[in-house]
């Protein structure tokens, strides 16, 4: 790797043809016995590469977001612009002196105390005894950790070492900030104060990398993004459009994860539907529900929608007997986080009669406005008997549902979206 500065001076990062792989070994040695008994054994890899050909710019002065899905390649790319990792292939250029806030615990010792990995980290970073000194104070002022500064670092929680950390970094004065989830761990007041150093970073005309998972972070501070996925750029450039691409990726991914799940549910619900009696399949029940759907406005299959979508419930169900009147169908919602029940109708009460002559039948709830706020859901579908309320089938967890917000409803909590305005 190069680091040096570029020929171009509004230029503060340039990395080219940047690929970084990694050996991960497939044998587990436990002992120092099974190191001996290995040594002469042929060894067995398995290459994974976290960075492909990645190349791109990051100018004097800009906020630079990246995000991409865990394992895309973010954080090894910032330990090779930090000088952590060397690249395969490639070369990386700084033009400035770099500052990097990675994951927790690089540039500390646990049987140090809070004071001397202050000094110990700015050491690393580049600041003589004296810069440290004259900063001493307004490190431990910022990271609010007066009380503990000479407890050793072993006994601070996780939150308390990012302050810590953030602290040194912030105050090193360097012309490049390299942030890897900062706002990951910590409270909100804590974030609050790092968001607030963004603001001043950014008056100073500084560069900031900023890796994160929260897309409004992202979309608020940073002039341009980029977005990874399994190591390769798929996108760079306006934060939002960035943004919206990720959040499409991840719905993508949902989708296809939720499906696969619901396929082997749906195959043990057909296979728990029929019992034998002296080698004769038996029906269990007089009515079956057998899977649930849920549709967009165009006649898709989806499991994954953003707040405001069209959805459509449909309870596929079979009838094994005709001794019965009138049935119904109720379809409740719960947060899967929390349980907190969101809503439960069912056909009674909304006067709706279900019909059905033989064979395989379906019932379809349909709500032209889902407005549930970004969150996983679940389905609870029961069937009952209209006039003696007698259960027939009941299927929890029947159905997940994964929520996106819109730009609109990113910021909203609780689980519902109410259109409202200020006055």
């Known amino acids: ?10 230029v503060a990062i340039k990395v080219k043809n940047v690929s970084k792989t990694f050996r991960i070994p497939h044998e587990k040695i436990n002992s120092v016995r099974g190191v001996f008994v290995n040594a002469l054994k042929k060894k067995n890899y398995e290459e994974f590469k976290a960075l492909d050909d990645v190349s791109f710019e990051v100018k004097k002065g800009e906020f630079f977001g990246i995000i991409g899905r865990n394992g895309s390649g973010k954080s090894t790319l910032l330990k090779i612009i930090a000088g952590i990792y060397r690249p395969n292939k490639g ?26 990995n202050i000094y110990l980290n700015a050491t690393v970073l580049g600041l003589t005894k004296k810069q440290i000194d004259k900063k001493f104070d307004d490190i431990v002022a910022f990271s609010e ?9 072993k006994n601070y929680s996780s939150g308390m070492q990012v302050r810590l950390a953030f602290s040194v970094s912030i105050h090193a004065n360097r012309d490049i900030l390299l942030m890897d989830e900062v706002l990951a761990v910590g409270d909100s007041n804590f974030q609050n104060k790092c968001l607030e150093e963004f603001n001043k970073y950014r008056d100073l005309g500084k ?23 399994k190591g390769k750029i798929k996108m760079i450039g306006d934060p939002e459009k960035v943004g919206n691409k990720y959040i499409y990726q991840n719905m993508s991914d949902e989708e296809k994860r939720i499906t696969t799940k619901e396929k082997k549910k ?3 619900i057909e296979k728990d539907s029929v019992k034998k009696v002296d080698g004769k399949e038996v029906k269990r029940k007089i009515i079956e529900i057998r899977k649930v759907e849920t549709i967009d406005k165009n006649k898709n299959k989806k499991n994954v929608f953003r707040t405001g979508d069209a959805i459509y419930i449909k309870i596929n169900f079979k009838i094994n007997k005709y001794d019965i009147k009138r049935i ?18 069912n056909t009674e009460n909304n006067d709706y009669n279900v019909k059905f002559k033989n064979g395989k039948k379906s019932v379809t709830l349909i709500i032209e406005k889902f407005m549930l706020l970004a969150g ?3 389905v609870n579908v029961s069937c009952f008997e209209r006039n003696s309320h007698k259960i027939l089938d009941i299927k929890e967890k029947i159905k997940n549902i994964k929520m996106y917000a819109t730009v609109k409803t990113k910021d909203c909590k609780g689980n519902i979206y ?3 305005e200020w006055s």
């Open 1 to 10: 790797m190069i680091m040096e500065k570029n020929e171009n001076n509004q």
């Open 91 to 116: 070369k990386m250029k700084a033009n400035g002196m770099i500052s990097p806030f990675l994951e927790l615990g690089i540039g500390f010792n646990p049987e140090l105390s809070g004071r001397d």
């Open 145 to 153: 950790l007066k009380r503990f500064i000479d407890q050793k670092l």
């Open 207 to 229: 560069t900031v990398i900023l890796v994160s998972h929260d897309i409004s972070t992202i979309q608020k501070y940073c002039d341009r993004a980029m977005l990874l996925r």
């Open 266 to 268: 749906n195959q043990k």
């Open 328 to 345: 119904d169908f109720g379809i409740g919602l719960y947060d899967a986080s929390n349980k907190n029940h969101i809503f439960g109708y």
């Open 376 to 378: 996983n859901y679940y």
């Open 418 to 420: 109410m259109e409202h």
